[in-house]
């Protein structure tokens, strides 16, 4: 029988956690569950950190960023003991399920929890877009919007100085969030990872823009996009986090220094980084966060654990988590075709 319910926020933060947070205690609350924060990710449940929230927590945070609970990457199963402290603090603060918010890797450590008892329901936030069965994830629209900002900002400057702009956007191993701020902020080139890019076609927009009179061009990058003739992404940093990542960044230098060789233009290069994480989420994540965190707790209702709830056509669904996590979510090959009918 569910009496106490357990969340946690993991991996990187984003707009509309908030609201999702919000929303599974409200919905937790009509069954008459208690609902345990628990503080920074997976790294609350190895060191036994948490509290009860109370309605009055999530009074007024619908539209606040971040998350009150605070974040963490943390992997349980690359610490000593990792498992088994995340068991006792199970145990030890009556948690009957546990939902977690976040990606791949966040959502990644329940399923595997999973062996070892722990019930669980999965919801997907993270900026990249890009688990599967789930149309948006919880975080992408706020951050498409503050690119597609930046983009725009970017276009007066790169006018008045008859520049090459370079928008280096997060983007690991996914460019959705490059695609879709790129194609609202009208950037003239879009590179993604699922696409290496040729420098010869990137010259030849520029050169044929100048052609056409318009003497600057904007090029939106995702920090995972790599060059047809590179075998690996460019990193800013080789250390590895606890989920085996290397920190990227800096491929938007690369580009420029290869493009001022070739043209003789001036290039200059802006990496928005955690800006793209920033700010108040937009009305689109505040309601699919809001309908994702009840459904979770929906869920946790109904018995149905190791899944993952997510928004697919316009549906909220619920996939197993193994399903979800296991199989890559393709690129919407069609839209980047349409995307460089503006280049």
Known sequence: MIKRIGVLTGGGDSPAINAAIRAILVRALSYGYEVFGIKNGWLGLVEGEGEVLKREAVSGILSEGGTILGTSRTNPFKI???????????KKFALDALITIGGDDTNGVL????????????????????????????????????????????????????????VEVMGRDAGWLTLYGGIAGGADVILIPEVPFDYDEIVNVIEKR?????????????????????????????????????????????????????????????????????????????????RLGVAAVDLVYEGKFDCMVCMNKNTIISVPLEKALSEQKSM????????KLFY
């Open 80 to 90: 000593e003991n990792g498992v088994e402290k995340v068991r006792e603090n199970v």
């Open 210 to 290: 100048r052609e056409m009179g318009k003497d600057f061009s904007i090029i939106a990058v995702a920090e995972g996009a790599k060059p047809a003739e590179l075998e690996k992404q460019v990193v800013a940093s080789t250390k590895v986090d606890s989920f085996g990542h290397v920190q990227l960044g800096g491929v938007g230098n690369f580009i420029a220094r290869e493009i001022e060789k070739r043209t003789g233009y001036e290039t200059r290069v802006t990496i928005l980084g955690h800006l793209q994480r920033g700010g108040k989420p937009t009305a689109f994540d505040r309601i699919l966060a809001t």
């Open 111 to 166: 399923h595997r929890m999973h062996q070892y008892g722990l019930k669980g329901v999965g919801v997907p936030q993270t900026i990249d877009n890009d688990i599967a069965y789930s149309d948006y994830s919880i975080g992408f629209d706020s951050a498409v919007e503050i690119v597609t900002d930046c983009i725009d900002k970017l276009h007066t400057t790169a006018s008045s100085h008859h520049r090459i702009m370079i």
């Open 332 to 339: 919407d090959m069609e839209l980047y075709k349409l995307s």
